[in-house]
């Protein structure tokens, strides 16, 4: 009777490991998503604009953690740097995913994108990050890109058409649980490491490291998580 009971019950915890990995298909039904029907935006069409919002103007395959902690495996996706969005391909089809709603996680491109809280402007907001590192402290790092609309004509000069500008990079630190909080200098780093500081400032003036580089700024959040 025992066994027997054993038996039921792996077969239990192998269906329901079974029921967590979702393909394509299921995932285009359950998640939440909106058609983009001219391959660029749901506002601006590609050919009448120069530049890209993309990070990655190509899709890669790739998985996303829903937030239910179920996967959807071999999936094609991108992400959109001016609409915070991840794009995912089926076939001949775009499909633009807000991950605030849905995703968690997304790896692909040998990336990893997660959606965090972050504190913007005294407010705490949702976005997409990649992650650098991560530990009690994570490194991210957040990307941008504008839309400027097309300039009147001036004399002598051809007006600039409507375009993207180029991405931008933002690194920020999250320490636990916390929002994440963004630093541009090497003061305001060492700001979010609180007490340790100090320790942290003679580690990276002992290493010579850069807090413009992603390589020397992850030897420094990995050496804080150390600790």
């Given amino acids: 009777m025992k066994r027997f009971v054993l038996g039921i019950s792996l077969l ?24 983009i029907t001219d391959g660029t935006s749901s506002t601006f069409k590609a050919p009448e604009i120069q530049g890209t919002p993309y990070l990655e103007d190509k899709f890669s395959p790739g998985r996303v953690m829903m937030r239910d902690s179920s996967f959807a495996t071999d999936i094609a996706l991108r992400y959109n740097a001016f609409s915070d969005n991840l794009e995912f391909r089926k076939g001949d089809d775009l499909y633009n995913i ?15 994108f997660e959606c965090l809280s972050f504190y913007e402007n005294g407010k705490i907001n949702n976005g997409n990050f990649e992650v650098l590192t991560k530990g009690k402290a994570a490194l991210l790092a957040r990307y941008t890109i504008k839309f400027m609309e097309k300039e009147k004509r001036k004399a002598f000069d051809d007006p600039k058409p409507d375009r993207y500008t180029e991405v931008q990079k933002f690194y920020f630190i999250a320490i636990g649980d916390a929002p994440a909080q963004k630093f541009v200098n090497k003061k305001g780093l060492l700001e979010l490491f609180g007490v340790q500081s100090q320790e942290m400032e003679t580690f990276i003036s002992k290493n010579k490291l850069s807090i413009r580089k992603d390589d020397d700024l992850i030897k420094i959040v990995a050496h804080y998580n150390l600790l």
């Avoid at 915890?13 to 998640?31: E, G, H, I, K, R």
């Avoid at 807000?98 to 990893?112: M, Q, S």
């Fill in 98 to 112: 807000d991950p605030r709603t849905i995703v968690k996680r997304a790896e692909f491109g040998g990336r990893i």
């Fill in 12 to 35: 239990i915890a192998l269906a329901n490991n079974l029921s967590a990995q979702y393909q394509p298909t299921n995932f285009l039904n359950d998640v939440r998503f909106k058609k």
